[in-house]
């Protein structure tokens, strides 16, 4: 029997070989595919095509770098940027893949580390105009970033709304620059907008935090503070540590309960009380506008029931000034200005009311403040006589005969020619308002705004001599 021998058996490499070959062989075969795909703009079958030549030879950058260019073209840029950052992996050297790496930054808003990407590339060629261009675009963004971050500390929304638009025509994907445009559009009032950009976010990620919030705001500043609250607690779920989010849910808590605290003074006729509680509530946010025209008007009408009557008057022009098409406000302001007879600013109130809602109660206060006004502008009898609007007959009399003596040529008569000129034109007047305000007829007319001096009232012999020398 023969023994064993030990002998070296050839290894057979070639296969292992001819296998590796073959696979590259492959994926060339799919990159080319993909490429026809690209070419046609079919990017979805270009990316497919790309993704087989990775798994077939996942050490080629050129590959991953097609397929970032493919990703870029159907937006989804986070995912290009994995691909663009394993590509310069495999290939440091890789100049469109420094460039695309670089775009994606741009696209997701990270100006500097675009920045970084654009320098590597000119690196490896000093000329690359490409490169060079995307540079510049990359400073601007970052100063874009800058300008609106300087103009939020200043509370100059406009402007960041502004740098935003701007930084988002050169970062398009990028979601903090809209949630940061979206808060502001919130705290200028533009609501819908704001919602918008929200909304639009939440659809790719119904889990961001950020868009959670802006929805939240939305709703509060529109004063739907129970739905605004669940935004806020979703948002907080989603990100514990958004302070954003919990310094709003803590105002709108406590806006709520300051509100319906004071709401609840003025039910009980507790003025006082309900005009401090409104006041309290007015400093807990600023910035919540819709909410804050309806305290200066609560607080408007706690004051005209105090008798505050210029403060509540300040106060609707407050609530005006945050929400022009407050009706509410319009018609409390007009009733203050009827209170301290300011007939004027009253009729321009009331035509405004009208203008926007043409009710018959809004027409009727419409017609007693122009009333009013036509009768401040004539002589107040009333006041000639020193006497108020529901005085009797005889306080009426009374009245005529102490300033037609007080007034009678006759006292005047040692005195300068103005004095006497003055002194017989205001006993004059004196007899004017006794004729009028002691004929029950005419003191109605007069009472209901009619022109007297047309009626032929102060015709005849009824002048001040006469009635004077009737209480002889």
Same mark, same amino acid.
């Given at each position: ?16 070989? *001819? ?56 937006? @989804? ?80 929304? *406009? ?30 009032? *533009? ?23 802006? @929805? ?115 018609? *409390? ?140």
């Amino acid at each position: 029997k023969m023994a064993a021998v030990d002998i070296d058996m050839p290894v057979e490499t070639e296969p292992v070989i *001819r296998a590796q070959d073959d696979l590259e062989r492959e994926a060339e075969g799919f990159k080319e595919q993909g490429n026809a795909y690209y070419s046609k703009k079919d990017y979805s079958e270009a990316f497919n095509y790309y993704t087989k030549a990775i798994d077939a030879c996942p050490r080629n950058a050129s590959y991953y770098g097609n397929r970032a260019a493919t990703l870029m073209m159907l937006s @989804r840029f986070r995912e290009a940027l994995e691909d663009s950052q394993q590509a310069v992996r495999l290939d440091d050297c890789f100049m469109k893949g420094h460039l695309r790496e670089g775009k994606c930054h741009m696209s997701l808003g990270n100006g500097m580390a675009a920045s970084r990407c654009f320098q590597k590339v000119l690196e490896l060629d000093p000329n690359n105009k490409e490169a060079k261009q995307e540079k510049k675009n990359a400073a601007v963004l970052l100063e874009y970033e800058k300008m609106a971050d300087f103009s939020f500390e200043k509370r100059d929304f *406009r402007k960041v709304v502004y740098c935003m638009d701007r930084a988002l025509a050169l970062a398009p994907t990028c979601h903090r620059f809209k949630i940061h445009k979206a808060e502001c559009l919130a705290l200028l009032g *533009r609501y819908p907008e704001a919602q918008s950009v929200a909304s639009d976010i939440l659809r790719l990620d119904s889990t961001n935090a950020d868009a959670l919030y802006v @929805r939240g705001l939305c709703l509060y500043y529109e004063d739907c503070i129970d739905k605004a609250v669940q935004f806020f607690v979703q948002a907080l779920r989603m990100a514990p540590d958004h302070e954003k989010a919990r310094l709003a849910c803590r105002n709108a808590k406590a806006l709520k309960a300051k509100k319906e605290e004071g709401n609840q003074a003025f039910k009980i006729y507790n003025y006082e009380s309900a005009y401090v509680l409104y006041t309290e509530a007015l400093a807990i946010d600023p910035n919540n506008i819709k909410t804050n025209a309806k305290l200066y008007c609560n607080r408007a009408t706690a004051g005209a029931k105090l008798k505050k009557l210029n403060q509540a008057i300040e106060d609707c022009t407050s609530a005006i000034r945050l929400d022009d098409t407050y009706i509410k406000a319009y018609l *409390r302001r007009a009733q203050c200005y009827m209170d301290t007879e300011q007939y004027e600013e009253a009729v321009r109130d009331y035509e405004k009311v009208y203008q926007t809602e043409k009710t018959s109660d809004h027409k009727h206060l419409l017609k007693t403040a122009q009333m009013e006004l036509k009768k401040s502008k004539r002589k107040d009898y009333y006041k000639v006589l020193g006497v108020g609007k529901n005085a009797t007959e005889d306080e009426i009399k009374k009245a005529y005969r102490k300033r037609a003596l007080m007034h009678h040529p006759d006292r005047h008569s040692g005195a300068t020619p103005e004095v006497q000129k003055e002194e017989e034109k205001k006993f004059k007047e004196v007899g004017e308002a006794f004729t009028v305000l002691s004929d029950p007829k005419k003191k109605m007319r007069y009472d209901n705004g009619h022109d007297l001096e047309d009626d032929g009232c102060f015709e005849g012999d009824s002048g001040p001599g006469n009635f004077f020398f009737q209480f002889g």
